[in-house]
């Protein structure tokens, strides 16, 4: 399931570049650009649509049949995450025939669905209890007697995240996010009828799949089919904080869901630039460090390397360090001293370092392990372009015929940003890959 805070549009956003189009929605007026879904549109003028299929990181598809409207002049009820906006259409998102249609619709979910939600993973964050809620299902007429798929063996295999099928309503929103969004295309959906199901690869366990754990599959799911291990121990979260993945250069931009202060679930915020709400295994799920007994929680000092560490205030801490520059210097000249940043800070973390080694230290000994590395790179950059700093934002390679790698391996080192890559070399965009190994992105 998605963020907390987010608020899910059902459908992607429409190019920006479109003529706006006006349109009325159960009486208000709402004006979006052209190619914008009926859904979206009704999101953005205040009306939630209930929705299974539909979520705003997958294109729409028109499976569930939950978002039916009232469109005037046009018969029938038509999906509203499929139906594009036309100029002067109005749309009705509620009437007793709707809502009677979605009763229907929603019953015929939890006849094959249980419906006692306390203790769930997702209680309260799960969009099929929202809409039985909201219609007021709490029962169906299909139920007694009938066919079941419940009693299916849950799958516990991955490490990260167990995958229940008698919770899933197989709407396909992991099977198109593993396929859209990762582009592994490990998942897939098994049968046909009422005996269709989500299966792994060649309905394999997860962990013997072709799954790479990214977790795109866990944020897209509507219910807890399939949910996140850490959840079943962890609080309900209170509150989702805007933070970024420091495992890697992409600068993946995530929402940390807390409780009490700790950390319970890690979500990739769909508003970042860099990973446009994806992530990769690490940034999703390895934020364990975060609350490990060995990590060390308040600044320790030492006068020699054989005296053993002592807790010391922060002040304390600080002045010390400060004392100890200013003594070297002071004995060996003011050159003595630099600072030397990690390739795995944040720019803002690379220019404080830079800041305090100019004004502090009053000298120019500032480096990153970021130059060593990519010095080729610079090099190569800066005598093609003119520059050694990046030419291009990720958001490019969506639009190139041709991509050259070089020395490079980002199906292993930078995963967000190969699954961009790869989304592109399924369109047809060539890839040419020089480098000494054969590597994971080569293959």
């Known amino acids: 399931m998605y963020a907390i805070d987010h608020k899910d549009l059902g459908t992607p956003a429409a190019a920006q570049d479109g003529e706006p189009i006006e349109l009325e929605v159960d009486g208000a007026t709402v004006s979006v650009p052209a190619g914008t879904s009926v859904m979206r549109a009704a999101a953005l003028a205040g009306a939630q649509i209930p929705k299974l299929c539909a979520t705003d990181s997958l294109k729409a598809f028109g499976s569930c049949r939950l978002c039916l409207v009232e469109i005037e002049g046009r018969r029938g009820f038509p999906a509203s995450c499929t139906t594009t906006v036309a100029p002067g259409m109005k749309v009705r998102t509620s009437s007793p025939r709707l809502t009677q249609l979605r009763r229907g619709v929603v019953e015929l979910y939890v006849s094959d669905h249980p419906l006692d939600c306390e203790g769930c993973p997702a209680e309260g964050h799960c969009e099929l209890q929202d809409a039985a809620a909201e219609l007021g299902v709490m029962h169906s007429r299909y139920a007694p007697g009938g066919a079941t798929q419940r009693g299916v063996a849950q799958d516990a295999s991955n490490p990260y995240f167990d995958f229940n099928p008698d919770l899933c309503i197989v709407c396909s929103r992991c099977v198109r996010a593993c396929d859209e969004i990762q582009g592994t295309l490990a998942l897939t959906i098994e049968g046909r009828g009422f005996g269709s199901r989500v299966s792994a690869s060649q309905h394999q366990p997860f962990l013997e ?68 709400g994806h992530a990769c295994v690490k940034g999703r799920f390895a934020y364990g460090y975060a609350t490990h007994p060995d990590r060390v929680r308040r600044p320790m000092i030492r006068k020699r390397i054989t005296d053993p560490w002592r807790e010391v205030s922060w002040d304390e801490a600080i002045a010390y360090t400060a004392s100890e520059f ?93 699954s961009r890559m790869k989304k592109r070399l399924r369109q047809g965009a060539k890839l040419i890959v020089v480098d000494p190994r054969v590597t994971k992105t080569a293959e």
């Not at 996140?228 to 995530?254: D, F, H, I, M």
């Open 209 to 276: 799949s072709e799954c790479v754990s990214c977790g795109a599959c866990v944020e897209a799911c509507p219910t807890a089919a399939l949910t996140e291990k850490s959840r079943a121990a962890a609080k309900p979260p209170e509150r989702a904080v805007a933070t970024t993945c420091g495992y890697c250069g992409v600068g993946c931009s995530l929402k940390a869901e807390v409780t009490d202060s700790t950390v319970v679930r890690m979500v990739p915020n769909r508003a970042g630039r860099a990973n446009q």
């Open 326 to 418: 200013r003594r070297i210097q002071q004995a060996h000249g003011p050159d003595s001293v630099g600072g030397i940043t990690s390739s795995r800070c944040t720019n803002e973390e690379v220019f404080v370092v830079q800041k305090m080694v100019r004004t502090a230290f009053h000298n120019n000994n500032v480096d990153t392990c970021a130059r060593v590395c990519h010095s080729p790179t610079g090099y190569g950059l800066g005598q093609t372009f003119g520059t050694s700093a990046g030419t291009q934002d990720f958001d490019s390679v969506e639009e190139s015929d041709v991509i050259l790698v070089i020395g490079a391996n980002p199906s292993a080192a930078h995963p967000v940003f190969a």
